[in-house]
């Protein structure tokens, strides 16, 4: 049995104590099926998705159909005023594919937009920070290339309980008092009713308008979004309020089919997305991993967890210089995955002092952009499915902060997202704020193939920064560790911060924080199972027994289901 810290949150010094306390390994079952499976933020979404598999749909027929749920019953997280990414795997033909699902800026949108409205850097709510959303796209496009089912017909429970409600958890409503400090009163009205405090728990909660953006997205699909009423609409109102987005921002908006990014680790093929996301620091974490004896460490000692803390700085120094929209700036990114340079930059890690900051590995001509605590915000979803034909989907769909960038449109009832806000307005940096560009993005959903090239395991979480960190200790809980895929999810789990800063679940042993403590590492050890660290969720076959196992994180609202 494990110890760990007991107690409220504490930030922990050199001198730190910590109490211990014993606790269950898994608080849920494996889900096991042996014709499909999936997964999602809100048990409501993994039921509609289930529900399309057994009907005969595609996994992408279950995606739309729960990621048009999750924009619903999950609005602080997602919704069609954001942006998605997706990675695919045909059964049949083993093909694996991705489409990129992000919005770009307005044409308006350069540097002197910003400063000339008074602004020395992007802001991180507001008009000023929404970027064209690229969800709806995405589902579309998605759609057109893997689903079979009528496209209608898989927003349906997305338009029911949008227009007749459905139950606030006491989740929900934690989260959105939590995060609604910057909804406009539009949203307040809607989020936060009863008196600046959210809904009551078990009370119903619906959004009609946003019930009709619905079915105009299900009966004229992309069209119905970016060149309509509801285009206009969210144009102008952002117009309204200084922002850069027009209508023809909308109506030039695509998704892009992109080539995954790929390396091979632990005997499996681990498949992330290109840039403009965060893709290449999650593979180069794994790369720097086989240069440290991981495995002999022991799982979550003190050396292990400072070990991947460490390498997790290396990455990002790498990322946070060099990733961006790979259409319009130079984004290195052969070099930056180079084996040969990542075991030089693995190298780097003192076994026994944390680093207080990390450059990037080359480029020293602009540091690293800065974006202080906004790539730590990951309010999204991730959602899976695996069909009776073998084909999987990892899908990631975010408003990035909660509720995005406050704003809800009243007659559309949508939120609009604030990716735009992790733009900079540095000289010269790769990120820069330019027309029609992509913003870089934390969304990094993850897909594995066993070495004989079929699938594997399809895993993602929400968490901004924390994304590459806790995908990196899940996939070695299962495959260095021996755990089930729900123990590995529901392991405990660090989040890095900036500098020395470490979250850290107090369901880690005592000997572990004092390790990490003496290393130098400032900890903030949190109770309980809280969002802080994702809110992870996988799928995976064993093609030996032909059998399907879903898991899903506790700590947030996901579920999983398989037949």
Same mark, same amino acid.
């Given at each position: ?58 996994? #992408? ?224 974490? #794994? ?9 002999? #460490? ?184 021996? #755990? ?80």
């Amino acid at each position: 049995m494990a110890t760990a810290c007991a107690g409220p949150s504490s930030d922990a010094g050199s001198d730190a104590t910590f109490e211990t306390t014993t606790y269950a390994p898994q608080n849920r079952p494996d889900v096991r099926g042996t014709l499909g499976a999936v997964s999602a933020g809100h048990p409501l979404a993994a039921q509609a998705g289930l529900e399309v598999l057994k009907d005969g749909g595609t996994a #992408m027929d279950a995606i739309v159909a729960m990621a048009g749920v999750l924009a619903v019953t999950r609005p602080h997280m997602n919704g069609i005023g954001g942006d998605a990414f997706g990675i695919f795997y045909d059964g049949a033909s083993r093909e694996v594919t991705a489409l990129n699902a992000s919005g770009r800026s307005g044409a308006l949108a350069t540097p002197d937009f910003f400063t000339s409205a008074g602004y020395d850097a992007v802001p991180g709510v507001g008009a000023l920070s929404v970027s064209v959303p690229g969800a709806v796209a995405g589902w579309v496009d998605a759609h057109d290339r893997y689903g079979t089912k009528p496209f209608a017909q898989l927003l349906e429970p997305a338009i029911r309980f949008a227009r007749d409600g459905f139950a606030v958890s006491t989740r929900l409503a934690l989260d959105f008092e939590a995060q609604g400090g910057d909804l406009n009163e539009f949203g307040q009205a809607l989020y936060l009713p009863n008196d600046g405090s959210p809904p009551t728990v078990g009370t119903i909660l619906s959004n009609p308008e946003l019930a009709a953006s619905l079915e105009t997205i299900a009966q004229q699909k992309k069209p119905g979004f970016y060149n309509g009423e509801i285009a206009r609409t969210l144009a102008d109102f952002v117009e309204a309020q200084g922002g850069h987005l027009r209508a023809s921002d909308f109506a030039n908006h695509t998704s892009t089919w992109v080539e995954p990014l790929r390396v091979d680790y632990l005997d499996h093929t681990f498949i992330v997305m290109p840039p403009s996301t965060q893709g290449p620091a999650q593979l180069a974490l #794994m790369e720097m991993s086989k240069h440290h004896d991981i495995q002999g #460490m022991g799982h979550n000692s003190s050396e292990y967890l400072h070990t991947l803390i460490e390498l997790k700085k290396l990455a990002f120094a790498d990322r946070d210089r060099w990733v961006a929209d790979p259409d319009k700036a130079d984004v290195p990114v052969a070099r930056l995955l180079d084996p040969v340079y990542l075991q030089g930059r693995a190298a780097l890690v003192a076994p026994d002092v944390a680093a207080d900051s990390v450059g990037p590995g080359f480029g020293d001509d602009h540091a690293a952009t800065e974006a202080g605590d906004r790539n730590d915000q990951g309010d999204t979803v991730y959602l899976t499915a695996v069909d009776q034909w073998g084909n999987a989907v990892s899908w990631i769909q975010s408003n990035f902060a909660g509720f995005g960038s406050g704003l809800l449109e009243p007659q559309t009832g949508i939120i609009l997202h604030n990716r735009g806000s992790l733009y900079t307005l540095e000289d010269g940096h790769p990120n820069q704020v330019a027309p029609d560009k992509r913003p870089y993005h934390t969304l990094s959903p993850m897909m594995a193939l066993r070495s004989d090239g079929g699938f594997a395991f399809t895993l993602g979480t929400p968490g901004g920064d924390s994304q590459p960190q806790s995908l990196l200790q899940i996939t070695h809980n299962m495959l260095l560790f021996g #755990m089930t895929p729900q123990e590995a999810i529901e392991a405990p789990r660090f989040r890095s911060m900036s500098g020395v800063r470490v979250s850290i679940e107090d369901r880690v042993s005592r000997g572990t924080l004092e390790g990490l403590v003496s290393r130098g590492h400032q900890l903030s050890v949190i109770p309980g199972w809280t969002a802080t660290f994702g809110g992870a969720q996988m799928i995976v076959w064993d093609p030996e027994n032909g059998v399907l196992t879903a898991a899903a994180d506790p700590r947030r609202e996901a579920y999983a289901l398989a037949y």
